[in-house]
């Protein structure tokens, strides 16, 4: 089984509201072949919400409202969830601060990538989960 931002599969999950239909993911999905999952709103935030980055190891907004616990939270439920159904690799939305692997943005908001890895994807590969991006 593979694990997969839900984002991906075209659920509208994200922090806008909208999702990021990959026809690829939604195949395996509905074929049952991947899982669909979302570290924030399993983390308790709200859809839409205040888009969010790390800085200096905190999830923050523009505004300094900081998400950090939840987006733990987010992290660990999911990795429970992965962890039952067997997950050894996961495809996760590149640049965000739960799912990003490799590169994220830098908490300035302004655009700019740094490479990094959000709060999710961290801790998959901590435990030992390949990520690969739609990249």
């Known amino acids: 089984m593979v694990l997969v931002s839900a984002c991906l599969a075209g659920c509208k999950c994200r922090y806008d509201g909208n999702g990021k239909q ?4 939604m195949r395996m999905v509905i074929e049952t072949k991947a899982f669909p ?3 924030e709103v399993l983390g308790g935030m709200p859809i839409p919400r205040e888009s969010c980055e790390i800085n200096q190891g ?3 907004t523009a505004d300094g409202n900081d998400y950090t616990s939840q987006f733990v939270l987010g992290a660990q439920k999911a990795l429970e969830i992965a962890k ?3 997950v050894n690799k ?3 939305q590149q640049r965000s601060p739960s ?3 490799g590169k994220i943005y830098d908490g300035s908001f302004t655009g700019k990538i740094i490479e990094g890895n959000g709060v999710f994807a961290e801790l998959l590969l901590n435990n030992g989960i390949t990520i690969e991006t739609i990249e």
């Open 22 to 25: 990959i026809e690829e993911i």
């Open 37 to 39: 999952i979302c570290p």
């Open 58 to 60: 905190r999830v923050v």
């Open 84 to 86: 039952i159904l067997g």
């Open 90 to 92: 996961a495809i996760l």
């Open 99 to 101: 799912c990003g692997c």
